[in-house]
């Protein structure tokens, strides 16, 4: 059987730093956010598990970058649900290659939201989850 988590650490984390045009950027400090995200095309979110609700989609949401994340529960559901971005199949390297250049070319048209897809919002939503 494949282990998918050392293969996906195999082919894209470890190979990531001979890439010209992907930058691994790893924690950021608070402060560093913002200023990151504004000098790239597009965010990354390859997930290995499910996530609840990333603030790194919301954060791109609010300054208009598209979020390319695996679909995963949590990234999947913020990104199809507000359209601020696309989603590849989990594990797939050719799947990622594709949505990549689907941004880098233009070939999807994005409607961010920010109002919909802000960090207030989704939380109340949260809430609202759990009390029922």
């Given at each position: 059987p494949i282990d998918?988590?050392?293969?996906?650490?195999r082919?894209?984390?470890?190979?990531?730093n001979?890439?010209?045009n992907?930058k691994?950027?790893g924690?950021?400090e608070?402060q560093?956010?913002?200023p990151t995200l504004?000098r790239?095309?597009?965010?990354?979110v390859?997930?290995?598990?499910?996530?609840?609700?990333?603030?790194?989609?919301?954060?791109?949401?609010k300054?208009r970058?598209?979020?390319?994340?695996?679909?995963?529960?949590?990234?999947k559901?913020l990104?199809?649900n507000?359209?601020?971005?696309?989603?590849?199949t989990y594990?797939?390297?050719t799947?990622?290659?594709n949505k990549?250049e689907?941004i880098?070319?233009?070939?999807?048209?994005?409607?961010?939201?920010?109002?919909?897809n802000?960090?207030?919002?989704?939380?109340?939503?949260?809430?609202e989850?759990y009390?029922?």
């Open positions: 998918h988590r050392n293969w996906y650490q082919t894209i984390l470890k190979k990531i001979s890439l010209p992907v691994y950027k924690k950021l608070p560093e956010v913002v504004q790239y095309k597009a965010v990354l390859p997930s290995l598990a499910a996530e609840m609700a990333p603030l790194i989609i919301l954060e791109a949401n300054l970058i598209p979020v390319i994340a695996s679909d995963v529960p949590g990234s559901e990104i199809e507000n359209d601020c971005g696309i989603i590849f594990a797939s390297a799947a990622l290659v990549i689907a880098h070319y233009g070939r999807v048209t994005l409607n961010f939201n920010p109002f919909i802000d960090f207030s919002t989704v939380a109340q939503q949260h809430i989850l009390a029922k």
